[in-house]
Structure formats: structure tokens, C-alpha cells
């Protein structure tokens, strides 16, 4: 199965390690989406999209870059990393799960976890979520890259 990630990490380089755990276990090519043309991912059976979270939203260049993309028939899936947890009611992914089905991508799940956050009220302590995502964030996130890879889906 050829796969994608187009990950967008700025801060601490979070969400890129989730990507690149992800990516061993998919044997998946990361790219940032100034990488990757418009066009490109339509040559993949599996594309992941994925950033940290800032104020509760994806990246912005990574929802630009979606919302350049054509219409598409294939699988997605998300990923984010964030120093606070996904609301359950207004989970941050959200929107970008729905920009990527309004492209007609099938997105067959998400993944979050928890990660070192600097953001200014943060800052004042030195951050928060210092050591993550850890060994356990990252081994989630392979277990989820193998279900995606049997064709299994799952949000954990």
C-alpha cells in the first residue's frame, strides 16, 4: 500500500515524531505540504494529514493546502498533536475530517495525542506536556498506523 503523510510540525517538532512512527509502521514517505504538490496525492492509496493545534485548530497551511486539493476518491486519515485535550463536543480535528470529505476523500479515522506546549500562557511555566508525546503516545500511534494498514478503522 503506498501511503503519504503531509505533516505540518512548527513548534517542537511533536507532530513530525508521530508522523514518523506512523510512517515505519506504513513504510509511508512524510512530507511537509510545501513538499508535495496539489496533484500528488491522488498517486497514493492512503494519504494522512496532520499538525499540531494551535487555539483549538489545525495548522493553517495544512488546511490551506487541503483546500487546494482536487476532488479525490481515495482513503485519509488525520493526526494531531496538541498540548490540550480534543474536546469531545468540538473535537479540533473535526474540521478538517470535513474539508476532506467534502474533497471526497473516505476518512477512515483520527488520532490525537497529548504533546510539549509552549504557548504563551504555558510559556510563563516553562510549558506544558514536557515529555510527550512519549513512548506511549508513539506506540499508540503505530498501533492505529497498523489497523489503518489491515483496513481497519479506528478513532481513539
Request: charged share 20%.
Amino acid at each position: 500500500m503506498k501511503t503519504l503523510l503531509v505533516c505540518t510540525s512548527v513548534s517542537h517538532g511533536n507532530t513530525r515524531r508521530v508522523a514518523e512512527a506512523m510512517a515505519g509502521v506504513l513504510d509511508a514517505r512524510v512530507a511537509a505540504p510545501e513538499e508535495v504538490s496539489a496533484a500528488e496525492p491522488a498517486g497514493y492509496d492512503l494519504v494522512g494529514f496532520g499538525s499540531g493545534v494551535f487555539s483549538q485548530r489545525m495548522h493553517p497551511e495544512l488546511l490551506g493546502y487541503v483546500r487546494a486539493l482536487p476532488a479525490s476518491s481515495g482513503r485519509a486519515f488525520v493526526f494531531a498533536t496538541s498540548g490540550l485535550p480534543e474536546l469531545t463536543l468540538a473535537p479540533f480535528t473535526r474540521p478538517l475530517v470535513r474539508l476532506l470529505e467534502g474533497k471526497g476523500f473516505a476518512v477512515e479515522g483520527t488520532f490525537t495525542c497529548r504533546a510539549f506546549d509552549t504557548w504563551a500562557p504555558f510559556q510563563v511555566i516553562g510549558g506544558i506536556n514536557r515529555r510527550r508525546p512519549d513512548e506511549a503516545d508513539l506506540t499508540a500511534a503505530r498501533a492505529f498506523a497498523e489497523a489503518l494498514g489491515n483496513g481497519s478503522t479506528s478513532t481513539p
